[in-house]
């Protein structure tokens, strides 16, 4: 069973930075997509940025909320991924969730419980 673990959040003042970090265990996870989910209040959850697995290596997808401001990464061993987010601002208040997609007949979708990120005006 893969259990997530996401760290690195936390409150911030806009144009700060912050990195989240998501590390998973009880499997390897080479050949799957990882990244990252956020949900502000009273709002639905939404895409954020995603590193999908091909032959050729990782590739990485951003939210057009997300690009050129974050940017996502994965470790070799393919278990643990990380946020890089910068100029922070209101708007990127949320929780952030880690996602792990298994992609197949049957897709699978895997989350952590979240971590806050708060940014102050």
């Known amino acids: 069973q893969v259990q997530m673990v996401e760290s690195g959040g936390g409150v911030v003042q806009a144009g700060g930075s912050l990195r989240l970090s998501c590390v998973a265990s009880?499997?390897?996870?080479?050949?799957?997509?990882m990244g990252w989910y956020r949900q502000a209040p009273g709002k639905e959850r939404e895409f954020v940025a995603m590193t999908r697995w091909s032959l050729r290596g990782y590739n990485s997808e951003y939210a057009h909320s997300a690009k050129d401001r974050f940017t996502i990464s994965r470790d070799n061993a393919g278990n643990a991924t990380y946020l890089e987010m910068n100029s922070l601002k209101p708007e990127d208040t949320a929780i952030y969730y880690c996602?792990?997609?298994?992609?197949?007949?049957?897709?699978?979708?895997?989350w952590g419980k979240g971590t806050r990120v708060t940014v102050s005006t």
């Open positions: 996602n792990v997609h298994v992609p197949g007949p049957v897709p699978v979708d895997l």
């Open positions: 009880g499997r390897t996870l080479i050949n799957v997509d």
